[in-house]
């Protein structure tokens, strides 16, 4: 179960770092002529891996402590916990000290806060193909 787990987590990660690195590309060719400045010296592609990466094999360990401590309920407190703390994790962009030399920095959350809920989408997406019977053992 813990091999199948450390998987999950590493392809919802993978997953979701693939999705933010394209919204980062759309978003990046979609206003830059606007006068819109690049933010990539905030968020690049290694960042955007690493963190997706982390997060998807937090993901994983918390689902594993989930079942573990709840048993059968274990999933449903732990996809209910996820969704909770994405959706809490969009306060950091929000209140993030951007550097002052950056025009139109109001428009950073516009980049970051919907990159913070494709952890959680890749984990739900690729639910199927891992979870078939992790309650077996």
Do not use: C, Q
């Not at 980062?24 to 010296?41: E, L």
């Not at 998807?56 to 360990?61: D, E, F, H, I, Y």
Request: no cysteine; hydrophobic share 60%.
């Amino acid at each position: 179960m813990v091999k199948r787990l450390f998987f999950w987590g590493i392809t919802a990660g993978i997953l979701s770092a693939v999705a933010s690195i394209i919204y980062n590309k759309i978003f990046t060719f979609a206003f830059t002529y606007k006068g819109i400045p690049d933010f990539s010296r905030i968020i690049n592609i290694p960042v955007l891996i690493g963190t997706n990466l982390i997060a998807g094999l937090l993901a994983a360990g918390g689902f594993w402590a989930a079942l573990r401590l709840f048993k059968k309920n274990g999933e449903l407190i732990f996809n209910i916990l996820f969704s909770i703390l994405s959706f809490a994790s969009i306060l950091s962009p929000i209140s993030a000290k951007l550097p002052l030399d950056l025009k139109n920095i109001e428009l950073f959350p516009l980049l970051a806060i919907p990159m913070h809920f494709f952890p959680v989408i890749a984990w739900f997406t690729i639910r199927p193909f891992f979870a078939g019977n992790l309650y077996s053992r």
